[in-house]
């Protein structure tokens, strides 16, 4: 089976438009979103700006707001606290990657819980390892909406998450224990890695190189989501061998798969901080 | 190989002397702890009592402040407030179990992160998946002290964790992610229980049931470390059965094993406390 991303995003988008519509009734106002984006990577801003026309597309009021490369810690965490306090601003992100230069933490810290688009403050990180899935990563819950939707079973089941980073692989560890599936956390010093891909049920790889989970690695009737990105000769392509891990597997592929969902998730969370933040 | 929790209690007393020694020196007044104790479990009051006799013995100032049992949430928290704000005391704990009408939760994210003794505060559980182990949970950080100090190699090791709680099982987790190990936590849902400990280097076992894991399930030479505490005709004892698995891996004792290291683990966070708190 092929797990569709763009399905996947459709069904997501059917609670965009009714939460939505449920925000008009009760505000005369829209949601509004700002993203930071530090400097001029050229993927990192087609990334903000799909993200931008989708939530735009169902109302929300959204924008980028620019900042010059050189700008200082300092003074990116001065504007995320005007964000903060400011009560006609009701959802925030900082675009990654940012300049060497800058304290990615301090910043990530700084933005206000309840305003946290990607789920990626702390506070919102250890409530999500504490059960509470009210401000999660865009990225491992859509990895888990694809399962969900897809009615693969999660409960009992052995997961191997290829990821240990906090933006992927530990959040989406959490998102798993809290749905009864036991987790195995792998990485690039993980032993005999084949061997604990062979025995799982679902593996999620995200590593950033084109055919790291080749066919022999995965066992009949499994599951695969690939959450790699990669830039081959001007084509996108995952982590994993899309053709020859289909023949035995369900999988999901790129694109086309999870970015698709995360994109419409990131729009419905801005929308949830918005019925969160004007209560 | 008998991993001795005393013998590692005392290694990270040296710590706390040594620090101590540094306030001392730095500052005229004691490091103040406060523990919030609801009711009168039994067992959390021995337990209370030992905590803070063990900090008194180093020179902290150090208080149960009991609270009955009919307390209400909001006046638990009202409490709370009350610690936050006063500059002469650094560390706070809230003893566990709470009533059932109380809401753990709410009470847990009142304490101010910077005070909070145990990293129960959601920011610290989520500094802690970020990497940050500032505020570390005591009984996760006493097993990787366990391990640490007698040289049981963390790095590329396959780790077994049985037990999925925010107290113990998921930061654990996170601290062996950082260390480099590749993590399985497993649960009551688990399928081939033994077959994921067998495949193991390191298992770490907390579930409350005595001879939960016997020693066909642990594989010759690895390292057990047993968190459990169940009391059976007044003595205590763990969830291994120790005489067993002694004979064919390294296993830590109940009683005598991961406790002692927790306690002396919170003595050193309070002071650790004292000195971000008066920065």
Same mark, same amino acid.
């Given at each position: 089976m092929i797990l569709d991303g763009k399905v996947v995003a459709k069904n997501v988008e059917e609670t965009?438009?009714?939460? !939505?519509?449920?925000?008009?009734?009760?505000?005369?106002? *829209?949601?509004?979103? =700002?993203?930071?984006? &530090?400097?001029?990577?050229?993927?990192?801003?087609?990334?903000?700006?799909s993200k931008i026309k989708n939530m735009r597309k169902f109302g929300i009021d959204a924008e980028i707001i620019q900042m010059d490369s050189s700008?200082?810690?300092?003074?990116?965490?001065?504007?995320?606290d005007e964000l903060n306090v400011d009560k006609n601003v009701?959802?925030?992100?900082?675009?990654?990657?940012?300049?060497?230069?800058?304290d990615r933490e301090r910043v990530i810290r700084k933005i206000d819980p309840v305003k946290d688009t990607d789920g990626q403050n702390p506070f919102n990180l250890g409530l999500l390892l504490?059960?509470?899935?009210?401000?999660?990563?865009?990225?491992? !819950?859509?990895?888990?909406?694809?399962?969900?939707?897809? *009615?693969?079973?999660? =409960?009992?089941?052995? &997961?191997?998450?290829i990821n240990r980073t906090q933006v992927v692989g530990k959040p989406l560890a959490m998102l798993f224990l809290n749905?009864?599936?036991?987790?195995?956390?792998c990485h690039s010093k993980t032993k005999d890695l084949n061997e604990k891909t062979l025995k799982s049920d679902i593996i999620v790889?995200?590593?950033?190189?084109?055919?790291?989970?080749?066919?022999?690695?995965?066992?009949?009737?499994s599951t695969v989501i690939d959450v790699?990105?990669?830039?081959?000769?001007?084509?996108?392509?995952?982590?994993?061998?899309?053709?020859?891990?289909?023949?035995?597997?369900?999988?999901?592929?790129?694109?086309?798969?999870v970015g698709a969902v995360t994109t419409m998730l990131i729009t419905l969370q801005v929308i949830e901080n918005a019925f969160r933040e004007i209560q």
């Amino acid at each position: 089976m092929i797990l569709d991303g763009k399905v996947v995003a459709k069904n997501v988008e059917e609670t965009v438009k009714m939460r !939505m519509e449920e925000f008009n009734k009760k505000y005369s106002i *829209k949601p509004v979103f =700002k993203t930071l984006m &530090v400097g001029n990577d050229p993927a990192s801003e087609i990334y903000a700006r799909s993200k931008i026309k989708n939530m735009r597309k169902f109302g929300i009021d959204a924008e980028i707001i620019q900042m010059d490369s050189s700008i200082s810690t300092e003074d990116l965490i001065s504007k995320i606290d005007e964000l903060n306090v400011d009560k006609n601003v009701h959802s925030i992100m900082v675009e990654m990657p940012l300049p060497k230069h800058i304290d990615r933490e301090r910043v990530i810290r700084k933005i206000d819980p309840v305003k946290d688009t990607d789920g990626q403050n702390p506070f919102n990180l250890g409530l999500l390892l504490s059960g509470d899935e009210s401000h999660v990563p865009s990225t491992p !819950m859509a990895v888990i909406k694809m399962l969900e939707y897809y *009615k693969i079973e999660l =409960k009992g089941t052995d &997961v191997c998450i290829i990821n240990r980073t906090q933006v992927v692989g530990k959040p989406l560890a959490m998102l798993f224990l809290n749905r009864d599936s036991t987790v195995t956390v792998c990485h690039s010093k993980t032993k005999d890695l084949n061997e604990k891909t062979l025995k799982s049920d679902i593996i999620v790889v995200a590593v950033g190189k084109p055919k790291f989970l080749i066919d022999n690695m995965v066992r009949e009737n499994s599951t695969v989501i690939d959450v790699g990105i990669n830039s081959i000769d001007n084509k996108i392509v995952g982590d994993a061998d899309f053709e020859s891990i289909s023949k035995k597997a369900s999988i999901s592929p790129v694109p086309g798969g999870v970015g698709a969902v995360t994109t419409m998730l990131i729009t419905l969370q801005v929308i949830e901080n918005a019925f969160r933040e004007i209560q």
